[in-house]
């Protein structure tokens, strides 16, 4: 079974985000092995300090023979069938873990842009983390029943 990590920072802070994180969780695994992977979020008041630091810490997560995916507002649009698409070929044909990577709220340091893959915007909007969190996982649930035929997709 492929195994998907998602790197992100921080705990959710709202109850009902939980139970929805803990809901499609649910689903997800259903079709892969999925886990989420928490960085406690570096404290500073300077934001570059603070992107580097967190990079250092994503990237200590990260394995040589993973595919590593940043969701960042610069990377390539799609919709949810592309998403589909792009996400049934590396769980295909890429033989090392997808690991897909939220940043915090400085951004992405350069050595974990470097890093990366692919990068994928799911919108010109700024979402708040715990809310784009939940959006990103239901995005995988989605993308999921459109590669097994299933009709959660609409």
Do not use: W
């Not at 919709?79 to 940043?103: C, M, N, T, W």
């Not at 919108?123 to 784009?132: K, N, R, Y």
Request: glycine fraction near 6%.
């Amino acid at each position: 079974m492929k195994t998907i990590e998602l790197l992100c920072g921080g705990e959710l802070k709202f109850k009902s985000l939980q139970e929805l994180e803990k809901k499609y969780l649910q689903n997800i695994n259903y079709f892969v092995k999925f886990s989420i992977k928490k960085i406690k979020e570096p404290r500073h008041p300077e934001e570059a300090f603070v992107r580097e630091k967190e990079a250092a810490m994503f990237l200590a997560e990260i394995e040589k023979k993973d595919y590593v995916i940043a969701m960042d507002k610069d990377g390539k649009k799609m919709d949810s069938l592309q998403f589909a698409g792009f996400l049934e070929q590396k769980i295909s044909y890429h033989p090392g873990r997808l690991v897909f990577v939220i940043g915090g709220f400085a951004g992405l340091g350069v050595r974990l842009r470097q890093r990366c893959d692919h990068a994928i915007s799911f919108s010109d909007l700024t979402f708040s983390h715990d809310l784009f969190r939940i959006v990103f996982l239901e995005q995988v649930y989605r993308a999921l029943t459109i590669i097994h035929g299933i009709k959660y997709h609409r």
